[in-house]
């Protein structure tokens, strides 16, 4: 569906003005109630834009945290007589896909602070780094919050690929 999205999009900005970045993007964002309108009877288009709509809100969601968590290290580091609290967290995955629990390990790495270390595939259990927690359970909540944010972008019904 994405090409087709894309191609849709290059089609109209060609037509109604250019190629230039600007109007491709208002071509792609126009078309995208087209594919949510199809989605009432040819379930792929659902889905695609049921991901969309899950990817605009994670991708902003997740800049944030990144930020965040990158001004939670520098307060660590400025702060000579803070005592840290580093421990390696063991977080349960509900995921059993490998993709999906290697991207939330890529996510947890990008994220300043923590560090995916393992994957035991037979507990479903991943083990992170964690520079500063004072609690277990919010370490496990907070990555917890991103796997379930991560899934309902990349299988927006719940399974269904």
């Known amino acids: 569906m994405v090409y087709v999205h894309l191609l849709l999009a290059s089609v109209l900005a060609a037509v109604l003005a250019s190629l230039s970045p600007l109007y491709w993007l208002i071509a792609f964002a126009a078309l995208y109630p087209l594919f949510r309108l199809c989605?009432?009877?040819?379930?792929?288009?659902?889905?695609?834009?049921?991901?969309?709509?899950?990817?605009?809100?994670?991708?902003?969601?997740?800049?944030?945290?990144?930020?965040?968590?990158?001004?939670?290290?520098?307060?660590i580091v400025l702060n000579p007589r803070y005592q840290v609290?580093?421990?390696?967290?063991?977080?349960?995955?509900h995921t059993?896909?490998?993709?999906?629990?290697?991207?939330?390990?890529?996510?947890l790495t990008l994220t300043p602070g923590t560090l995916a270390l393992d994957y035991r595939s037979r507990t479903g259990e991943m083990f992170v780094h964690v520079l500063d927690t004072r609690s277990v359970d919010s370490v496990t909540a907070a990555i917890g919050n991103i796997e379930r944010r991560l899934m309902r972008?990349?299988?927006?019904?719940g399974g269904e690929k």
């Open 39 to 75: 989605g009432l009877f040819h379930h792929p288009s659902r889905v695609y834009a049921l991901r969309i709509e899950a990817g605009l809100v994670f991708v902003p969601w997740f800049t944030w945290q990144v930020f965040s968590a990158s001004l939670d290290v520098a307060k």
């Open 96 to 107: 059993r896909d490998k993709r999906l629990i290697t991207l939330l390990g890529c996510l």
């Open 85 to 93: 609290e580093s421990a390696v967290v063991r977080v349960p995955v």
């Open 153 to 157: 972008w990349v299988q927006p019904l």
